[in-house]
């Protein structure tokens, strides 16, 4: 039984090599990724509804015992976010048939897409931290693999910045895995929580804890080290740069989650104040680029950074409301800026460019498309019954809890200018005067439309079934705050 | 002028089948004393490489028609059946298990399911490295 909380991480892998026998066959490949996301969907759910029901899920790999071989840890936060990503995953391969053109999907596109799935998952679910660096690694090759795919030249371009930034990084992770084994001893994440709290508030620790912060914070694009991430998610067909927006910076964040609240919990004052000041910087930053732009995808992409800071508040806040309304936000923000790419993808083609300016009245021959558009806006922005709301509500009431009334401020603000950003789209972009007929437009977008669909209920549903979710949230924000029931899982009773 | 290479390939036919079979030597061994998958897939490569480097690569690959994409395809799945025969068992993924068999020449041997791992690791390796040099040889 504990060997299905391997599945997350295997089915995509097992999926992905069976994908490299036949690269020439579109058509087999299509329907292989498709079903397989769909197994994928169904393991996750049932692991989830699995935990709830019977507490924290460890699997030790190969039969060694917890702090010697590498275990998997299925805590509900960790099987949350692999749900969340199984959930995000399917309309976006859907999404692909459609728009990435079987040129690329000729080589290895569905492989590559399910190898980060693997990376991604394996990264939520480790409970090593060695391990970790490899999952980031593994889901890393396939971004690159990915951003580059089809060679144009943009693409490569900003392929190299990404590569580099992140080669940079990975080799800051490896120094800081360094550091902390040299000062623990281990690497697995609950005995290093352990020994870290007998070596208590050691400066050493402080400085490991800010090392990881720099990386996890390349990763993650938190302020100043987010440089990156506009060009090189902004760059890659709309499906890729979907995917990249959805799961990998929240990879990065989940990182910070949880060195922060399980490993680093010992001297919270220098750490968590500079996490403060960074998150509300990186809310500023990112809705001066998201107010700033012109362009339709660029407004996206500095919406992901605005989101990177609400998240990080909550983590900084450091109590449980902030916690539960973090990790809420966390998830619905997987769910939205898919849905919100997926939906730009589609007014691309409709519009036949990105340019604000060059787009108008798209109301007129896809209601839908506007429609779904709007609902996601306001979801995006967190207005009540939609599903921003929940999250940001409580990341407010945390805050104030904690007592950051200037960045919960900040953060108003910014919610406000993230509405203001999306808006615009709505009202230059859906309505105002059609720019083209419709025999002009290019192309159809009706394949477009189901995926958009499915993402845009999912998010409300987040929103609307707040109630139904909130248990889920709970307990994973419990684990945070409370990491002893963690510690034990893994390490057993006599911890 | 045309240049004769009938040195090079003489001592090349020779000298990497010597390499092929250290290569494969440092494969077995990696379970007892230094070497395994890893090595020995790149040791294999280096044999391979010298090939291409003695001869051109048309002959190569008539004398040996392998898709390298295709074994690295093959050696992930090696790597992947390993674990996947936990579940089978309902021992912790990828738990190895090893046994004892007599084998006629050899005596009796200690066989374990991390050859099986190392296998894929060296195939792998292989795969990988013959088809960056491959791709980046051919002029496309």
């Known amino acids: 039984m504990s060997n299905w909380l391997i599945l997350p991480v295997l089915i995509p892998l097992i999926a992905g090599i069976v ?9 087999a490949q299509r329907i292989w990724a498709f079903i397989t996301s769909l197994i994928l969907i169904g393991v996750n759910v049932f692991l989830l509804t699995y935990i709830l029901a019977n507490g924290i899920m460890t699997l030790e790999l190969g039969g060694w015992e917890a702090p010697f071989g590498i275990v998997l840890v299925g805590d509900s936060l960790a099987v949350l976010l692999t749900t969340t990503t199984s959930l995000v995953t399917l309309p976006i391969i859907y999404f692909s048939f459609s728009t990435i053109g079987v040129g690329r999907e000729k080589y290895y596109y569905y ?71 040299a000062v623990t001893g281990t690497l697995n994440m609950a005995q290093l929580s352990q020994r870290v709290s007998e070596a208590g508030a050691e400066p050493i620790i402080t400085v490991i804890a800010i090392l990881f912060l720099i990386v996890f914070g390349l990763k993650g694009a938190l302020f100043p080290l987010y440089f990156w991430l506009p060009g090189s998610y902004s760059v890659p067909p709309t499906a890729i740069g979907a995917i990249f927006a959805a799961l990998l910076t929240k990879v990065g964040i989940y990182s910070i989650f949880r060195t922060y609240s399980i490993i680093f919990n010992e001297d919270t004052a220098v750490t968590h104040t500079i996490l403060l000041v960074l998150s509300a910087v990186t809310m500023i930053i990112g809705v001066i680029g998201a ?57 691309i083609t409709a519009a036949g460019t990105s340019k604000l300016s060059g787009m108008g009245g798209i109301i007129k021959h896809h209601p839908l498309l506007t429609w779904m558009f ?72 009706k394949a477009q439309m189901p995926p958009i669909v499915f993402l845009v209920a999912l998010s409300v549903f987040m929103g609307i079934g707040a109630e139904v979710m909130y248990p889920f949230v709970e307990s994973a924000a419990q684990t945070l705050i409370n990491p002893q029931a963690y510690i034990e899982a893994v390490l057993g009773g006599e911890a | 002028m045309k240049y004769n290479d009938v040195i090079l390939q003489t001592v090349t036919k020779f000298i990497s089948f010597l390499i092929f079979l250290f290569a494969i030597y440092i494969f077995f061994n990696g379970h007892q004393e230094p070497g395994g998958g890893f090595i020995g897939g790149l040791m294999t490569s280096a044999a391979l490489v010298l090939l291409l480097l003695a001869f051109d690569m048309e002959t190569v690959r008539r004398a040996m028609p392998i898709d390298y994409k295709t074994m690295i395809a093959i050696g992930l799945v090696f790597g992947v059946g390993t674990g996947v025969g936990s579940f089978f068992f309902s021992t912790p993924f990828l738990s190895q298990t090893f046994g004892y068999f007599h084998f006629p020449v050899l005596g009796e041997l200690e066989l374990t399911t991390t050859l099986a791992f190392d296998l894929g690791v060296y195939l792998t390796v292989v795969g990988a490295t013959m088809t960056i040099i491959q791709t980046i040889g051919e002029d496309k």
């Open chain 1, 291 to 347: 107010i700033a732009y012109r362009d339709v995808k660029l407004i996206l992409v500095y919406n992901v950074i605005v989101a990177v800071g609400f998240i990080l508040f909550g983590v900084a806040s450091l109590n449980s409301d902030a916690f539960v309304g973090a990790i809420y936000y966390l998830l619905h923000d997987i769910v939205i800026k898919a849905a919100l790419f997926l939906i730009i993808g589609a007014l």
């Open chain 1, 111 to 181: 492989s590559f897409i399910q190898f980060l799935i693997a990376g991604v998952s394996g990264a939520f679910l480790t409970g090593d931290i060695f391990n970790l660096f490899v999952c980031f690694e593994v889901l890393l090759l396939a971004s690159y693999a990915l951003i580059g795919h089809g060679s144009t030249k943009t693409q490569l371009k900003e392929s190299f910045n990404y590569v580099i930034v992140n080669v940079v990084s990975s080799a800051f992770f490896v120094i800081g895995v360094a550091y902390l084994y």
């Open chain 1, 374 to 445: 709007f609902i996601s806006a306001l979801a995006l922005a967190g207005v009540p019954p939609l599903g921003g709301f929940p999250g940001k509500l409580m990341l407010v009431v945390g805050g104030a809890e904690a007592g950051h009334y200037i960045v919960v401020a900040v953060m108003m603000i910014a919610s406000l200018l993230v509405l203001f950003s999306v808006i615009r789209i709505f009202l230059q972009g859906f309505l105002g005067e059609p720019k083209l007929t419709h025999a002009e437009q290019h192309g159809s977008i």
């Open chain 1, 19 to 27: 994908a490299l026998f036949f690269p020439k066959r579109v058509t």
